[in-house]
Antibody, heavy 120, light 112 residues
Framework: QVQLVQSGAEVKQPGASVKVSCKAS????????MHWVRQAPGQGLEWMGL????????SNAQKFQGRVTMTRDTSTSTFYMELSSLSSDDTAVYYC?????????????WGHGTLVTVSS | DIVMTQSPDSLAVSLGERATINCKSSQSVLYSSNNRNYLAWYQQKPGQPPKLLIY???TRESGVPDRFSGSGSGTDFTLSISSLQAEDVAVYYCQQYYSTPYTFGQGTKLEI
């Protein structure tokens, strides 16, 4: 079965960067886009961007342009999302979510989430 | 960006009764070339990631009980739960995937 296993919780200081990983298994890695979605405490869902694992091209929400980097490692079937210049507004649970249909943009399997806390 | 607005923000329904959640998009999410509405619904329970319920506005995801149904087209959509069960208590989100950035509604909290 499809599994997305994310890295553990992180605590970062303002201005720092964080890199969250998402290890995929149970399907053909290069076939499905991977998305990153975040959720601030008690708030709704916010799409951050996607990566095409076949080639590595990305598309990010304008809000995160210049601050977010999405990459993948095909040798380990792992996706990464790095967010820089962190502020308290970036405190959230970060999810990887696989495109259910390969490329359309609705999300099937989700990772369990990685809590990133930004605090001095 | 396409803005998704759900109503109501919260809803209390008796067990066995029907629950209806509305979602409105700021522009049409109907793609004319294939006549598909690029609209999905998710259920999120506390401490869990969201779960896909409905896509293409009305196609139920495999394994989702048939008491869940989606309808609507263009800019106005509805998620219905025909006979509320205790395990349906959750927050429900609509999402458009017509264009990036993909956007979600603010969520509707469903309670008994």
């Amino acid at each position: 079965q499809v599994q997305l296993v994310q890295s553990g919780a992180e605590v970062k200081q303002p201005g720092a960067s964080v890199k969250v990983s998402c290890k995929a298994s149970g399907y053909t890695f290069t076939r499905y886009y991977m998305h990153w979605v975040r959720q601030a405490p008690g708030q709704g869902l916010e799409w951050m961007g996607l990566i095409n694992p076949s080639g590595g091209s990305t598309s990010n929400a304008q809000k995160f342009q210049g601050r977010v980097t999405m990459t993948r490692d095909t040798s380990t079937s792992t996706f990464y999302m790095e967010l820089s210049s962190l502020s308290s507004d970036d405190t959230a649970v970060y999810y990887c979510a696989r495109d259910q249909s390969a490329t359309y943009g609705y999300f099937g399997p989700w990772g369990h989430g990685t809590l990133v806390t930004v605090s001095s | 960006d396409i803005v998704m607005t759900q109503s109501p923000d919260s809803l209390a329904v008796s067990l066995g009764e029907r629950a209806t959640i509305n979602c409105k998009s700021s522009q049409s999410v109907l793609y004319s070339s294939n006549n598909r509405n690029y609209l999905a619904w998710y259920q999120q329970k506390p401490g869990q990631p969201p779960k896909l319920l409905i896509y293409w506005a009305s196609t139920r995801e495999s394994g989702v009980p048939d008491r869940f149904s989606g309808s609507g087209s263009g800019t106005d959509f509805t998620l219905s739960i025909s006979s509320l069960q205790a395990e349906d208590v959750a927050v429900y989100y609509c999402q458009q995937y017509y264009s990036t950035p993909y956007t979600f509604g603010q969520g509707t909290k469903l309670e008994i």
